[in-house]
């Protein structure tokens, strides 16, 4: 199992930034890759970010060049830093894990919520 705990939302202006952790905790082995998705309300849950095991970084179109996502491997903390941020970011932003050992499994944090006033 692996506990995922996000922390850093808030509420912030148009324009400004925020940095969120996520903290994972147990077993990390087989994770192959971590990132962060968003939700709001009335919306589906969509995905933002992933990095993977060796670096490598993708991001949904709607975010890059705003949004940066890195990892303390010894830490075993990933952050998402957004900068330029805009009122459509407004959502709540969980960290998701995937392992891909003995089958691909998915773990979740609880979520953190993101509010971008205009």
């Known amino acids: 199992q692996v506990q995922l705990v996000e922390s850093g939302g808030g509420l912030v202006q148009a324009g400004g930034s925020l940095r969120l952790s996520c903290a994972a905790s147990g077993s990390m082995f087989g994770i192959a890759a971590m990132g962060w998705y968003r939700q709001s309300p009335g919306k589906q849950r969509e995905w933002v970010a992933r990095i993977t095991n060796d670096g490598s970084t993708n991001y949904v179109d709607s975010v890059k060049g705003r949004f940066s996502i890195s990892r303390d491997n010894a830490k075993n903390t990933v952050y998402l830093q957004m900068n330029s941020l805009k009122p459509e970011d407004t959502a709540v932003y969980y960290c998701?894990?995937?392992?891909?050992?003995?089958?691909?499994?998915?773990?979740w944090g609880q979520g953190t919520q993101v509010t971008v006033s205009s």
């Open positions: 998701n894990a995937i392992r891909v050992v003995g089958g691909v499994y998915e773990y």
